[in-house]
């Protein structure tokens, strides 16, 4: 069954309003039953992925488990019985000193971390190509980055993770930073070097956040990069649905040592968290750590089989590329997600974009994301042989396509523009903080002629959900042109006012 992957466009004015429609109701049951193959998060895959306990309770109970904070069911706001027992058995498993359980998200993770270690006017080291949570954090909190830049990969063209050696020298050159923060692992499964990095920064004596949201597996498999608390970092965040087994929002932050005051670090949990928490998130977050910690190693073992598979079937085949294990030792890859299923026919004219649109389109398949070049898919704890032998068969039936098929090639569309080697924009300069910018007045004018103003807002290509500006940055026409190919080849932006990027909101010129 071909989905349809748009709603309500030729329908009356009347229509529209009728209230007996539910349209994201209606897409939301048209997208399952469709008997769509996912690799995107939640991990769990529909389930597959999840402890089978939890997985038949959940088809037992349904809504009659959608309980919140009730007599019996602890307070996650100020835990003292069964939510305690579950995130110590969580900080246990992860080897932490504290373990906090989320519900909503990494991206509160990211904004709890930031505003418990810094106050307004403090100065954090964070490298430009962190999620978009951590700008809001950085708005919210009225602190000041010090942005370092990401490797950069000419071959895949994307961002990899941050170096020692750029660290060591941002630290060396801002002596009264208060903290810092790295992105590890990336969207695309590239780790930095922690161990070294939290070692530095310690010798700085200098707390050090890690966001791992994408790494919440790491610790339960020696075969991946090492995990945020055993190398020793300050406090780190894992995005528990997106790769083992939480329903979606379900995170966690982990705390070790002494440098990170515990009671503030609460006390801005709770400014993030419902006052109505859903214990079957909750509940997720328990058995999902239950299921790493008793069973981890094995179902990951399958996963990491299944993606390699899948990266030698699509390698075989002409004009495609999966990258895999050989990126290790490239600039920002200190070690590999081997579970992150990157690939790109880029060699054959196609976007990202194009790829993962024939794939949900003609194959039924949602893999995680697609930028201009790659698509990513995740190879979860939830997929097995089948899964995975449907997406390399896509794959290859597309490349062999006559490209007559797509009407046209927005990736060779890019070429012909460029008259420099395609690669992405240098970031932005940093002109005012992201607050000051952000509260600044503000005016709206044609993004063709921003080159030079202050960006007042964060636009943000989503996913991968790095904003390409952030309030306070100097907007470039490399920037202004690099966002227009990628409208034209089919990117969802998100922060912009405008959601059609004709204007942008820039700071008023005094
Ligand atoms: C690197 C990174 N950090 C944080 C987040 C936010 O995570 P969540 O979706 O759990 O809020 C994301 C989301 O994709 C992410 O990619």
């Given at each position: 069954m071909i989905i349809p992957?748009?709603?309500?466009?030729?329908?009356s004015e009347e229509e529209k309003y009728n209230?007996?429609?539910t349209p994201y109701f209606d897409a939301l049951k048209d997208y399952i039953e469709s008997g769509i193959t996912t690799y995107h998060v939640p991990g769990h895959i529909q389930g597959k992925g999840a402890h089978p306990e939890f997985r038949d309770f959940v088809k037992k109970y349904g809504l009659e488990?959608?309980?919140?904070?009730?007599?019996?069911?602890?307070?996650?706001?100020?835990?003292?019985?069964v939510v305690k027992e579950a995130q110590d058995l969580a900080a246990k498993a992860y080897g932490a000193d504290k373990t906090y359980f989320l519900i909503n998200g990494s991206s509160s993770g990211n904004h709890a971390m930031i505003l418990t270690v810094l106050n307004p006017g403090d100065k954090i080291i964070i490298p430009?190509?962190?999620?978009r949570s951590t700008t809001g954090a950085l708005i919210m909190s009225g602190a000041v980055p010090i942005y370092v830049d990401p490797a950069y990969d000419y071959d895949m063209q994307v961002d990899h993770a941050v170096t020692v050696d750029t660290l060591r020298e941002a630290l060396e050159n801002n002596p009264d930073v208060k903290a810092v923060m790295v992105l590890?692992?990336?969207?695309?499964g590239a780790a930095c070097n922690l161990k070294e990095i939290v070692d530095l920064v310690h010798s700085f004596d200098k707390p050090i956040l890690v966001d791992?949201?994408?790494?919440?597996?790491?610790?339960?498999?020696?075969?991946l990069p090492m995990s945020a608390t055993e190398a020793g970092a300050d406090m780190c965040v894992n995005?528990?649905?997106?790769?083992?087994?939480?329903?979606?929002q379900a995170s966690m932050i982990h705390v070790k040592g002494e440098r990170i005051d515990k009671g503030r670090l609460e006390a801005v949990i709770r400014m993030f968290l419902?006052?109505?928490?859903?214990c079957l998130m909750v509940a997720s977050l328990d058995m999902a750590r239950m299921n790493m910690a008793t069973n981890g190693r094995q179902l990951l073992d399958k996963a990491l089989e299944l993606a390699e598979w899948a990266r030698n079937e699509i390698n075989k085949v002409p004009g495609l590329k999966s990258y895999g294990?050989?990126?290790?030792?490239?600039?920002?890859?200190?070690?590999?997600?081997?579970?992150k299923l990157n690939f790109t026919a880029k060699d054959l004219g196609y976007t990202g974009y194009e790829v993962e649109q024939i794939l949900r389109k003609q194959y039924n398949l949602q893999i995680e994301m697609s930028d201009l070049f790659n698509c990513l898919a995740l190879i979860t704890v939830g997929h097995d042989e089948k899964d995975v032998q449907l997406l390399v068969d896509a794959c290859r039936d597309v490349a062999n396509w006559?490209?007559?098929?797509?009407?046209?090639?927005q990736l060779q569309l890019f070429y012909r523009r460029k008259?420099?080697?395609?690669e992405l924009p240098d970031w932005p300069r940093q002109v005012m903080t992201p607050r000051e910018a952000f509260v600044a007045e503000h005016e709206t004018i044609d993004i063709k002629e921003s080159g030079g103003r202050i960006c007042a807002e964060m636009i943000t290509p989503?996913?991968?959900?790095?904003?390409?500006?952030?309030?306070?940055d100097e907007i470039t026409d490399d920037i202004v042109d690099h966002i227009s190919v990628e409208i034209e080849a089919g990117v969802h932006i998100q922060?912009?006012?405008?959601?059609?990027?004709k204007t942008i909101r820039v700071v008023k010129n005094i």
């Open positions: 992957l748009t709603h309500g466009e030729n329908i209230q007996e429609r488990a959608d309980v919140s904070q009730v007599l019996g069911l602890d307070d996650i706001h100020q835990p003292g019985t430009r190509n962190m999620h590890s692992p990336t969207y695309y791992e949201a994408w790494g919440p597996h790491f610790h339960f498999h020696p075969s995005s528990t649905h997106k790769l083992v087994g939480g329903m979606c419902s006052t109505s928490p859903s294990y050989e990126m290790v030792g490239r600039s920002g890859v200190h070690g590999f997600d081997g579970t006559d490209r007559a098929h797509v009407t046209l090639s008259d420099r080697p395609m989503y996913p991968p959900g790095i904003p390409i500006l952030r309030p306070g922060g912009a006012a405008d959601s059609t990027l």
